[in-house]
C-alpha cells in the first residue's frame, strides 16, 4: 500500500495502470530478494526536497523566498553538487528586478558556486563522488543547499583553497580574466580607468591591472573606499562625490586620457567614462549598478574613433579550454598572490535577501558569500 500511495502522489496514470506497475515492481522484489542481499532502490529517481532561494515576481530585495524545492538525480551529462559556499553577484541583482530576463517564473537566482559531488549521472567519466569543485556562469539556480549542473560547466576546484573564497572569486576573478587579458588586452604602459574601484569586481581589476604593469585609475564614493583602492593598487584613487572624475582623469593624464575605461555602474558614469577616453580608447561597459545605459548613436563615437563594446563572460568561455583556461588563470593568480580576494561578509543563504539589500545600498566592499544552512 505504501508503494501504491506514492505513486498515486506522484502520477497521473489510470488506476489500472498503476496497479499494474505496483505488481511488476512486487514480482521483481519477490525475484531479487535474498537475506544478504542489498536493499534495491526501486524510488531512486523520486525528488527530494532541500532549501533554496526563490523568485515568484521581480522586485526588491523581499522577493527573495526562503523555501522547500525539489531536487532529482543527475540524467546523463550531470552531476549533483552539495554546496558549501555560494557567490552573489551584482548579475543576481539584475535577475532578481527584471533588469535580465530569466527564463520563467519562478526561479532560484545564482550564477556561481563551491561545492563537493555527491551523485554521478549514468555513464559520465571524469567526475566521481567526493570531488571539490566550483563553477560559475550557467545554469542559473546556485541560491540553494543543492543543485543538478552540467558537468562540463564545472572545473576542478583546488584543495589547497578555501571553498568561502573560491565562491568570490570565481565568476568575479573570470570576468577580471577576459576584461583584462581577452576583451581589452592590457599591457605595460597602459592607463585604464575603473569604475567603483573597492568593489568585487573592481578591487580584483585594481590588483591584477597594477600586476600587469598599467596605471591605474579608479573612481570610489568614500574616503575608506579611496584608501582601499589604493591598497588593491589602484595608483589615483577619485573619490566622485568630492570631485568630478572627468576632470580629474584628464588632469592626471595630462589631457591624453585613458586606453580603457572598465565601467559597471552604467547610466550614472556612461557619458563621463567616454570623454575620459583617448582617441582609439576601448569603452568597456560591462555592468549598470545605476541604471541602463540610454541607446548610444553612433556619432559620438566618431570624434576620437572610440570601441565600445557589452560583453559577457559567458561569451569568453563557450568551449570547454576557453573555461579551463579562465579558470586556471584565476586560481593560479590567487596562489601567487596576484589576486588577494577581501570576503568582508557572510550570510546564512536564507538571508540572501539582507545581502541583497546590503550590495544595491553599497554597504559592501570586496565580496560577500552565502553559506548554506546546512553546511
Known sequence: MLLKSRFNKLCTWRESDQLSLLSVSLRLVSTNFHPQSKPIRFFKA????????????????????????????????????K?????????????????????????????????????????LTGRKVGDLVAYAGNPMGSYAEEQILPANQVVPFPSTLDPILGAAVMMKGMTVQYLLRSCFKVEPGHTILVHAAAGGVGSLLCQWGEALGATVIG????????????????????????????????????????????DSVGKDTFQGSLECLAS??????????????????????????????????????????ELLRCAGEVFTAVANGVLKVRVTKTYPLSEAAKAHADLEARKTTGSIVLIPDNS
Open 46 to 81: 523520486f525528488a527530494t526536497m532541500v532549501k533554496a532561494i526563490t523568485v515568484h515576481e521581480l522586485g526588491g530585495p523581499e522577493v527573495l523566498k526562503w523555501e522547500d524545492v525539489e531536487v532529482g538525480e543527475p540524467g546523463e551529462g550531470e552531476i549533483l553538487v
Open 219 to 262: 573612481t570610489v564614493s568614500n574616503e575608506q573606499k579611496a584608501a582601499q583602492a589604493a591598497e588593491d593598487g589602484c595608483h589615483h584613487p577619485i573619490i566622485y562625490t568630492q570631485e568630478n572624475f572627468v576632470e580629474r582623469v584628464k588632469e592626471i593624464t595630462k589631457g591624453q586620457g585613458v586606453h580603457v575605461v572598465y
Open 83 to 123: 554546496h558549501k559556499a555560494i557567490g552573489v553577484n551584482f548579475i543576481d541583482v539584475y535577475y532578481r528586478k527584471g533588469v535580465y530576463k530569466a527564463e520563467k517564473l519562478p526561479f532560484i537566482p545564482g550564477r556561481e558556486a563551491v561545492g563537493v559531488v555527491t551523485a554521478v549521472g549514468q555513464g
Open 280 to 321: 582609439r580608447g576601448y569603452m568597456v561597459s560591462f555592468g549598470q549598478s545605476s541604471g541602463m545605459v540610454d541607446p548610444v548613436p553612433m556619432s559620438v563615437l566618431a570624434p576620437k574613433s572610440l570601441f565600445l563594446t557589452r560583453p559577457h563572460l559567458m561569451h569568453y568561455t563557450t568551449t570547454r579550454d
